[in-house]
Nanobody
Framework: QVQLVESGGGLVQAGGSLRLSCEAS????????MGWYRQAPGKKRELVAA???????DTADSVKGRFTISSHFAKNTVNLQMNSLKPEDTAVYYC??????????WGQGTQVTVSS
């Protein structure tokens, strides 16, 4: 089992910045990728950004140029730096870990609210 604990959400004005952090514990040997998803009210959960243990990243078009994902797999952490935030970025953000054959893991979610 892997436990994921997120931090860093909150309320910010449009154009502002927030940094989300996620720390994994437990059976971390199984993790081969980590990332962030988000879910806005009435919408499906969507990928925001992900990063593999080799450093390859995948970022949603809607946040490219504004959000940056980084990780320190040795420290079992993944961060999401969010700049130039827009009201449409408002959502619950979930940390995600791909445990391969052991399955996928999710954090409890952290609310990000961007006011106009």
């Amino acid at each position: 089992q892997v436990q994921l604990v997120e931090s860093g959400g909150g309320l910010v004005q449009a154009g502002g910045s927030l940094r989300l952090s996620c720390e994994a514990s437990g059976s971390i040997f199984s993790i081969n990728a980590m990332g962030w998803y988000r879910q806005a009210p009435g919408k499906k959960r969507e990928l925001v950004a992900a990063i593999g243990s080799g450093g390859r990243t995948d970022t949603a078009d809607s946040v490219k140029g504004r959000f940056t994902i980084s990780s320190h797999f040795a420290k079992n952490t993944v961060n999401l730096q969010m700049n130039s935030l827009k009201p449409e970025d408002t959502a619950v953000y979930y940390c995600y870990a791909d445990g391969g054959d052991y399955g996928d893991y999710w954090g409890q979610g952290t609310q990000v609210t961007v006011s106009s």
